[in-house]
């Protein structure tokens, strides 16, 4: 079978035709210039979803936990789509990660998609590849659709961010650089889960979690308005206790956000975040398609120690032709 | 004390007066506007010292090993500067790697200068203001600067790279989520650690190490030249085994390097990313200066989803006005 042109495919994915569906991701994924028309078009026809990130440190149990929490919403007739981020490597071209999942109840299960997807290259762009994919589930029709990252580094951080619903795993008894990172990340939590709680000292890990977040709380007070108070689920996946804890976490997050009005807010910060990401990519992609010309000349410029790389980058983007076409008009 | 304006304090870092050199390592880390043309200045001084990147996944003992190695580098009669980020959190405003470094042997040598620095705010930019301030320290007279990340996520990988010699350290005996976040770096190493080889396990975390590089070496055999036969260093930092081991390994490096001629290539790799970084940190400084007026219009049509956040950018990218300076001359 021929290459599709990734217009033709719009269709087959709003009507959540999983082929067509596939595809988009994939392209998504490799940020294609071909595909951009077509995701374009996508994101115009996203907007329904309930979107969650979930991220933990390593050795969190995020990835049982999204197995089972996947299985859940499942059963309760949602139909979920899920996002995954692995960190792979060009030596095992391995996505360990994602085939962990898929071996679960849910393989064959129509309602279910799970996509793993590699951290990208050298010179990034994890963020917009990623949301782009989350477009295509949502406008696939996909009620729930999980991003899972590890919850190390910006461009990771970013992704879960860039969600209405922030989950953060912890567990108990990491190690101290564990806990140094973990500490970057809990305060982007709209739901806190410490994870394996068949394990001694979770119980000091709820409370340490609790107190820290009481401490949070009174800082806030001052602020109007109706408060989410941010809740820390127990969980123990191989027991499975807990998942419907979360379930009912992340709705109740979910329905807070749309009573409130601060899903208005929500989106508007997430937006934000998308359009710097895109810039950051646009200009990228501008760096490549101009190496031969004015870039290697400014390189020359910052070997011979003549221009900072600050500078030589000012000059560069004052020479940009960025070839606009102004976007598609809707 | 006034705050001193930053072009003031160019004579006494290249001078090496410490003060001077604090002041502006701060400076780079703030991305302060007011620094610019210093550090642009500041970069055009640079380029004698031997910049060592260290990684390593949570877990790998690194920091202990950096505060060795160190060490034993100044030892050696070199002056070594140290630029550790940490992940840090609003909430502890902790830093917990860069305290621990300090608490070494090597407190009030003015040959050993450490710095930690933040991972950066929500918007990225770590690698600019890491990479300028390790040219503060190159610029000062440090003979080697030691840059020290946690081995996970975009940024910190980027700045790792960004260095002569790069230094990956594992450990043996850790778990599943952190085995897959170390393939990803891997790729990246000149010189392999293996630490904590007091542990049981180490033997099998070398052996597989070297099998995964000669599969890369025979891969490689094709191309021409003098080759690098990337070392694997077994160290237990805990009874200083392997130390002087890693020290010769990586001065080893530098000498290739400056006899193969790679050292060029390398450095025209390392400026072509950081051209490219600055260029996006350029582009974050404008997006926040123009928010009040064509981002928010932006902002509108991409809530309303009339348009998407990529095409939205090539818009706004379209009507950037960038204030050119054109930077400083020379």
Redo the contacts between chains.
Sequence with gaps: MGYIPSRDLVGGALRGELRAVSRLLTRAENGSAEA?PA??EI?????RAHIVGITG????G??TLVAKLAALIRASGRRIGIVAI???????G?S??GDRIRMGDLAGDPGVYVRSMA??G???G?A?GT??AVDVLDAAGFDVVIVET?G?????V?VV?ATHTTVVVSAPGL????Q??K??I??IADVHVVSKCDKPDANRSIADLKS?LA??LSMAALSEGERWVVPVVATASVRDEGIADLVAAIDRHRDFLARSGEI?ER??RI??R???????????DE?VRQRDAK?LA??HD??A??????????????H?N?H?????P?
């Design positions: 951009r995701l374009d994101f115009q026809h996203a907007g440190v390593p050795g969190s995020k990835s692995d960190p792979s490597s060009p030596f095992s391995g360990i990660l951290t990208r050298a010179m990034g994890l917009s949301l782009e590890v190390v580094g910006q461009d990771e970013d961010r190690g101290d650089d564990i140094a990172i500490a970057g809990l305060e820290m401490l949070g208005a989106r508007r937006n934000e998308r359009l710097l990401r895109a810039g950051e990519e646009i200009l990228r760096f870039v400014l390189l910052i070997d120690r003549r221009t900072s790389p600050h500078s030589a980058a000012r000059q560069l983007l004052a940009l960025l606009m076409s102004e976007g598609e809707a």
